[in-house]
């Protein structure tokens, strides 16, 4: 789960990780009352929405800039009226961009230099592990690959916790003088606590800066949470913006299912998040194209067949389904009740084809053969994707 970046900084604020001074405002009426909140100067204007390189993007009537340093409020609030209810494109939204609901105005920040600072999970290890490089504002990824040393990596028992002496060798690769890393060390500390209490999968600032009074401030922020410990969050999940989301995967998570959406022609319902990328690359392997990853999981009832096949008829490019189900833990015999009962409530004119194997897959076929409906079987994993290949092109 991700969340904006004025929601960032509202954690920011609690937990203790010092910021610039922010207002949201979410409509044209409140961007008076917002403005009002900030001192008067220079004032940074953002737009709000899930994507990356907001500052050189274009929104579709033009205007140039979903982040914009404005001289005074005035200017403010004709760029932030401009930007509300646009629809900003950048190269991580695709052509047909986010529509901007939420603007954040933030007090501009005399910067001195400009750091990058992040905590996510080294799955290698297990671990958190904290990121710097005095590479700040710049894409990481940039810098990994032309300056990789340049980055500094602290991996952090999670029995222990951050220690002083981690503390100073992050400092200390930053470079930051006695002044800055007294503040820098308690920002460190909190924004260690903040990942851990909020159960983030990753707490990104870029740029983390430092000022000409020697304060350490972040700047700009990312978060992803992850979802398994959400059920201890609910003022986390309070922040989860729908708008930003596909429709087709915020109704899939009401099932518990697992969606993302891809620019294919072949759905695919399989259980198993190994047995869904493996049914992915045989589609294509076989030269077709999968529309979405879709995992069932190991122990879905028949209702939640049902649900998946109305998210996926939900695809327009959709042209042919793959249902592809290993019973282990799973009833093949359940699966196939759900996919009969599937196609006659959405009444399914488009191919399917329908790979059972494992637990009670006799009766599983049996379900299927005897349905009277249009359901082609797979012998194999292999046979399916070709059948269901061929289909599609046809």
């Not at 060798?169 to 003088?177: E, K, S, V």
């Amino acid at each position: 789960m991700n969340i904006h970046e004025y929601q960032a900084h509202a954690l920011f604020q609690k937990f203790g990780v010092p910021s610039p001074k922010g207002v949201p405002a979410t409509s044209i009426a409140e961007i008076d009352a917002a403005l009002a909140k900030l001192p008067d100067g220079a004032i940074v204007v953002k737009s709000q929405i899930h994507a990356g390189g907001r500052g050189k993007g274009t929104f579709t009537d033009g205007y140039k800039g979903g982040v914009r340093v404005c001289k005074s409020k005035a200017e403010a609030k004709e760029a932030a009226s401009k930007m509300l209810g646009n629809t900003l494109v950048t190269l991580q939204t695709g052509p047909a961009g986010r529509k901007v609901n939420t603007i954040y105005f933030t007090e501009a920040a005399a910067i001195k230099k400009e750091y990058y600072l992040s905590i996510l999970l080294d799955r290698a290890s297990s671990r958190p592990v904290i990121v710097v490089s005095t590479e700040g504002g710049m894409n990481i990824e940039e810098v990994a690959k032309n300056t990789p040393e340049k980055i500094v990596k602290v991996l952090v028992d999670p029995a222990i916790g951050l220690a002083d002496f981690q503390i100073r060798q992050l400092i200390f690769a930053l470079g930051f003088n006695p002044a800055e890393s007294k503040n820098a060390a308690k920002l460190l500390r909190n924004l260690y606590t903040l990942y851990t209490e909020t159960d983030a999968s990753l707490v990104e600032i870029n740029p983390l800066i430092t000022t000409k009074d020697d304060q350490v401030l972040a700047l700009d922020a990312k978060f992803n949470f992850d979802d398994n410990g959400l059920f201890r969050h609910p003022e986390i999940v309070a922040l989860r913006d729908l708008n930003e989301e596909d429709p087709k995967e915020v109704e899939a998570s009401k099932f518990n299912l697992s969606y993302i959406a891809l620019d294919g022609n072949i759905a695919c319902l399989v259980n198993g998040a190994g047995l869904a990328m493996s049914t992915m690359d045989i589609i294509k392997h076989y030269g077709g194209n999968p529309a979405n990853f879709l995992d069932v999981g190991g122990g879905a009832s028949k209702e939640q067949v049902v649900a998946a096949f109305k998210i996926i008829l939900n695809d327009p490019n959709v042209k042919g389904i793959f249902v592809n189900i290993f019973g282990g833990i799973m009833d093949c015999n359940v699966i196939a009740t759900g996919v009969v009962d599937a196609v006659r409530e959405v009444g399914l004119k488009l191919p399917l084809v329908v790979r059972l194997e494992g637990n009670n897959v006799a009766a599983g076929r049996q379900t299927l053969s005897g349905s009277g409906l249009t359901i082609v079987s797979g012998d194999s994993m292999a046979d399916a994707a070709q059948k269901i290949v061929k289909l599609v092109a046809a």
